[in-house]
């Protein structure tokens, strides 16, 4: 996909714009991967219901501001595609059936967080943890 510099109501699918991805720095990265927006339009489809994204794409900056791994699969560039989004949970059951349904769907990096749940597509070992 590249990076985007279009409008914010560039459209990434269905469901899902770029300005729901870029980094929230402000420097409008926003390189993600299709695969992941495949993904997470089933997942949408599987659940029903709107996802809300609250982090998708970032600046290795970003991702350093915030906290996030080095290695993080939100980081991206010109060269690297996000692979990841923290999509807003803020129920148990929320947290339940995202995790259970992104399970089924083969999302591979899968975390619970207070009010979110962590989604990605990493290759080649699956992952699951809580924060």
Not at 6 to 32: D, I, P, Q, Y
């Amino acid at each position: 996909m590249g990076i985007l510099t279009a409008n914010e109501s560039e459209r990434l699918s269905a469901n899902f714009s770029t300005a729901e991805f870029r980094c929230k720095c402000g420097c409008g990265t926003c390189n993600v991967s299709g695969e992941l927006i495949k993904k997470l339009e089933h997942l949408r489809m599987l659940m029903k219901k709107s996802l809300v994204i609250n982090s998708g794409c970032r600046c290795e900056d970003y991702n350093t501001k915030v906290g996030g791994s080095p290695d993080s699969n939100h980081i991206t560039s010109d060269r690297k595609q996000c692979i990841a989004a923290d999509i807003h949970a803020p129920t148990a059951l929320d947290k339940y059936l995202l995790a259970r349904s992104a399970f089924t769907l083969g999302f591979s990096g899968i975390g619970v967080a207070a009010s979110y749940v962590h989604l990605d597509i990493r290759k080649p070992h699956p992952s699951l943890w809580k924060y």
